[in-house]
């Protein structure tokens, strides 16, 4: 049974650099002990028994080669960093991309529903519960044990492949499967048990996105929305602006990892909640398009309050377009007449709004063509340039071409500037996996439905893990 085991976790952790900077010792328990207090003196007073991972020190000591205690303490040495480096994230508030926190909240649920079960005719179940207690305060160590355990010990095994999976906070649905198998290139299967649901998680946290195939989930997801919505070149332009090109130069300037997970989450709450209202209003757009508007609307949320001049030439397009404008409903939402959304810096995000919806939909790119424009000092030559919405695109377009610049001369910038970017650069990171999601959402709505008709039919206890005999 182990051996079994040995081989499909080793399939995740062979290749893993993290890995490969440990130490391991082998031999007896005296002489592993003797040898551990003469490089970490004062550590521990506890002897080696079975084996120890000392996980700041990348160094682990095992006594007892048998296959499961050498499974069980790779499997410490393997998880040690990802699940440190989570949760001292979280801590911080830094972003975490959306896979990961699935996969540790997937994780922590099981944890939790393992915890409350009567397992008292199982003394490794037992044994594992008071470890996880034992924890209680060090969320890394208890993960880590846990998931050690799960994986290593042929009774949890056994245990873990009879517990059936029920709850919809655990079971992943076929769309994020493909998904994550397309993006990290997972080839494990949640299965319908908490073992084979465990090592599937394992594999998600252990993994990075690999750039072939982020391109290949990137056309794929293109392709779909073209199916469902019609092919829409302008759309296209817009994604691959702000969603592939933008952020692949936002990457040079910041760090996506270090992003305020509160900034970021600010900058995707105002975006959503504009597009709703939008919506509301009764400008029509689909999910494609709703998308969009949100990386547009985050980009000229953080590019206008940083670039002075593009806010001066927003500003009097915006006050031109509203002179000219009809009384109706559309306008009396851009206008803010209806209420005005605050931002974090107490302005509105009507111009952003603006902005973003002349990008994006174009029965509003239409209607501002036929508005004339405000006396502004224009590009000489372009037979455009008394049109709103020419002019709106010219500003979207030089607030990307000035963060493109800034990207390339790696000019210094204060913290404030810095800390808007990197929380613009995650959020247009999050926006593109919400819009892969919905392309599979859209893919899978055969499957989507007979899930819902299955949850429906569970009922009461769709909540609950239990245990098959």
């Given amino acids: 049974m182990v051996s079994e085991n040995f081989q499909t976790t080793g399939c995740t952790i062979k290749n893993d650099p993290q890995f490969k900077d440990y130490s391991f010792y082998f031999g007896s328990s005296e002489a592993l002990t003797a040898l551990r207090d003469r490089d970490f003196p004062?550590?521990?007073?506890?002897?080696?028994?079975?084996?120890?991972?000392?996980?700041?020190?990348?160094?682990?000591?095992?006594?007892?080669?048998?296959?499961?205690?050498?499974?069980?303490?790779?499997?410490?040495?393997?998880?040690?960093?990802?699940?440190?480096?989570?949760?001292?994230?979280?801590?911080?508030?830094?972003?975490?991309?959306?896979?990961?926190?699935?996969?540790f909240g997937r994780l922590e649920k099981l944890m939790a529903d393992f915890r409350s079960m009567n397992v008292s005719d199982n003394k490794a179940a037992t044994t594992l519960q008071s470890e996880l207690s034992r924890y209680q305060d060090d969320p890394v160590a208890q993960m880590s044990e846990f998931i050690s355990w799960f994986l290593s010990n042929p009774e949890l095994i056994e245990l873990g492949k009879e517990i059936e999976v029920r709850s919809p906070l655990v079971r992943v649905a076929q769309k994020v499967i493909g998904l994550l198998r397309r993006v990290l290139g997972i080839k494990t299967d949640p299965g319908k048990n908490m073992f084979s649901n465990i090592r599937f998680n394992l594999d998600v946290i252990s993994r990075l996105p690999k750039q072939d195939k982020l391109e290949e989930a990137s056309a794929r997801t293109r392709t779909i929305f073209d199916q469902v919505y019609g092919q829409d070149k302008d759309l296209d332009q817009i994604e691959q602006q702000y969603m592939t090109r933008?952020?692949?130069?936002?990457?040079?300037?910041?760090?996506?990892?270090?992003?305020s997970n509160g900034l970021t989450q600010k900058l995707l709450a105002q975006a959503g909640k504009a597009a709703a209202q939008a919506r509301k209003a009764g400008f029509k757009m689909n999910d494609r398009e709703v998308l969009a508007f949100q990386a547009v609307h985050a980009v000229m949320s953080s590019g206008m309050a940083m670039n002075g001049s593009a806010l001066r030439q927003a500003k009097r397009i915006y006050g031109g377009a509203l002179e000219v404008a009809p009384d109706n409903k559309k306008w009396a939402f851009l206008s803010g007449r209806n209420g005005r959304r605050k931002v974090q810096t107490g302005q509105t995000d009507l111009l952003a709004t603006f902005v973003a919806l002349s990008q994006v939909n174009s029965d509003f790119r239409e209607e501002l063509s036929?508005?004339?424009?405000?006396?502004?000092?224009?590009?000489?030559?372009?037979?455009?340039?008394?049109?709103?919405?020419?002019?709106?695109?010219?500003?979207?377009?030089?607030?990307?071409?000035?963060?493109?610049?800034?990207?390339i001369s790696r000019k210094s910038m204060g913290t404030t500037a810095q800390?808007?970017?990197?929380?613009l650069s995650a959020a247009l990171v999050e926006v593109k996996d919400r819009r892969a999601t919905r392309a599979e959402e859209l893919a899978h709505k055969g499957v989507q439905a007979a899930n819902e008709r299955l949850a429906g039919y569970m009922g009461s206890d769709a909540g609950e893990c239990r245990i098959l005999r």
């Avoid at 700041?56 to 998880?79: D, F, G, Q, R």
């Avoid at 933008?246 to 992003?259: F, H, M, P, S, V």
């Fill in 42 to 103: 004062g550590l521990t007073d506890k002897p080696v028994q079975q084996g120890q991972t000392i996980t700041s020190k990348k160094v682990a000591y095992i006594a007892n080669t048998s296959p499961e205690t050498l499974l069980h303490e790779i499997l410490h040495t393997y998880t040690a960093g990802r699940i440190e480096d989570y949760y001292a994230d979280k801590a911080e508030g830094k972003h975490v991309p959306q896979y990961m926190e699935q996969a």
């Fill in 246 to 259: 933008l952020t692949q130069y936002l990457d040079r300037i910041t760090d996506t990892q270090q992003a």
């Fill in 370 to 407: 036929d508005m004339d424009a405000p006396s502004m000092r224009l590009v000489k030559d372009d037979p455009n340039q008394g049109q709103i919405d020419h002019l709106l695109t010219r500003v979207a377009n030089s607030i990307i071409n000035w963060m493109t610049r800034l990207s």
């Fill in 419 to 423: 800390s808007q970017l990197d929380a």
